[in-house]
């Protein structure tokens, strides 16, 4: 893993330079060779795939999965073999894009199906049908964020239209289906990827089941006591041993500073999004959890309606993202250095270890940077954007630690 660091290009300064240097590494490549390597990858997922269920479109035809004017695996439902090592072996090497959708679903449809749930494909459109009647007492704060949720995007541009409206559909659905957890910041990010590969509809079964069977149920638990036990296991099991740990513990950065945006985001917005599709990639295939708790629907007064108002201020509600964020995590440290963490790496989901070998990596590719950086330094690397030119060799060292802890838990 020595060349880690390679897989970063920090540029001179500022987004705009950070624009720039992606526009001249995009006409670096060979346009044409990666058309046709796209079409050769495409190809074998395409013989990966078992067409489940066929919908007839529009003219009365069924879907062909790359017909003329459709989209891969429009007009079908697809399901992939998660067992098969070939899949799992092309999935660390990336989807194609024309297939993403069909595999993220088909991925957390096979989990959702191993454990007998009864959260059905139309159960979960139903509730989402019927949530869109009852108010949320987190629809004000929904309301607020959701303009300033990738607003650079095309899509959600424009207030109250497009991209805007479906977010704020999703979210305030999944603050209503999960009254115990609400609406949390971090949502609007995952959910606007989702947005970008499927319809409302589909992206909430996606966000439902991300939370059943994904690990984010635990990571977004009240008092964030399951994230925090996530960070502490990443700090113990994967950095400690390391020159980057100690130097961590020097300056007195633990990860609640840097690992909570990368885990209640799965790395939105902190790395390019080619590089973070990548790591959805695999996380949506090996990152399996235990579901939490009963399936379906949580009652609550908020599902029926009887919801409180909330008692916030509009001088509250206008404080900055930035305020806010760091009021956050500042409680959320010192949350975590008073509890008393007696969890072991067995007590930690296993499918979350792919979020901490995505972290591992990132931080193993800061190295050089991180051990020279006093404590304003260390801290503006870790979150700020890590500009990530190299997702091959992001995913090639996290596979590694992934890889090396698998045999120490196997042990």
């Known amino acids: 893993m020595d060349e880690a660091g390679d897989m970063l290009a920090f540029p001179a300064g500022g987004l705009t330079d950070i624009l720039e240097y992606a526009a001249r590494m995009t006409g670096k490549k060979s346009t044409e060779a990666l058309k046709k390597k796209e079409l050769e990858r495409s190809e074998k997922w395409r013989k990966m795939a078992k067409i489940i269920q066929r919908f007839p479109l529009e003219d009365g035809g069924e879907g062909e999965a790359g017909g003329e004017g459709q989209g891969q695996g429009q007009g079908m439902n697809f399901e992939f073999d998660t067992k098969n090592p070939k899949l799992i072996e092309r999935t660390w090497k990336g989807i194609p894009d024309c297939w993403r959708s069909a595999a993220w679903f088909s991925f957390l449809a096979t989990s959702a199906k191993n454990a007998n749930s009864p959260e059905t494909d139309e159960v979960l459109i139903t509730a989402f049908k019927r949530l869109q009647d009852i108010s949320s007492p987190d629809d004000v704060q929904i309301d607020l964020d959701v303009p300033r949720t990738v607003n650079g995007h095309i899509m959600f541009r424009k207030r109250y239209r497009g991209g805007q409206r479906l977010l704020f559909r999703i979210l ?35 966000m439902v089941r991300l939370w059943r069977y994904r690990g984010l149920s635990r990571l977004y638990s009240p008092n964030f ?64 959890c235990p579901p939490e708790g009963e399936l379906g629907p949580q009652v609550s007064a908020r599902d029926s309606g009887e919801v409180r108002p909330q008692l916030q201020h509009a001088d509250t509600q206008q404080t ?34 792919i979020l901490h070998a995505t972290s591992a990596a990132l931080i193993h590719a800061m190295r050089d940077v991180l051990l020279d950086a006093d404590f304003e330094n260390a801290m503006k690397t870790l979150t700020a954007w890590i500009p990530v030119k190299d997702e091959d060799l992001l995913m090639k060292v996290a596979r590694t630690e992934w890889r090396a802890h698998q045999k120490k838990r196997d042990r």
Not at 324 to 349: D, M
């Open 225 to 288: 006591e399951g994230l925090l036990s996530t960070l502490d296991d990443f700090e113990k099991h994967w950095l400690a041993g390391k020159d980057v740990a100690s130097k961590l513990t020097e300056l007195a950065i633990d990860p609640t500073a840097y690992g909570t945006r990368w885990y209640l985001t799965l790395f939105n917005l902190s790395i390019p999004f080619a590089a973070q599709l990548r790591v959805w990639d695999i996380f949506m295939l090996l990152g399996e």
């Open 320 to 353: 900055s993202k930035t305020t806010k964020e760091k009021r956050f995590l500042a409680k959320l440290s010192e949350r975590r250095s008073k509890r008393h963490l007696n969890q072991t790496a067995a007590e930690v989901p296993q499918g979350l270890d």
């Open 172 to 206: 305030h659905a999944i603050s209503l289906y999960f009254p115990d957890t609400g609406y949390v910041q971090g949502m609007a990010p995952l959910a606007a990827t989702l947005l970008c590969y499927y319809d409302e509809e589909r992206c909430f079964i996606m």
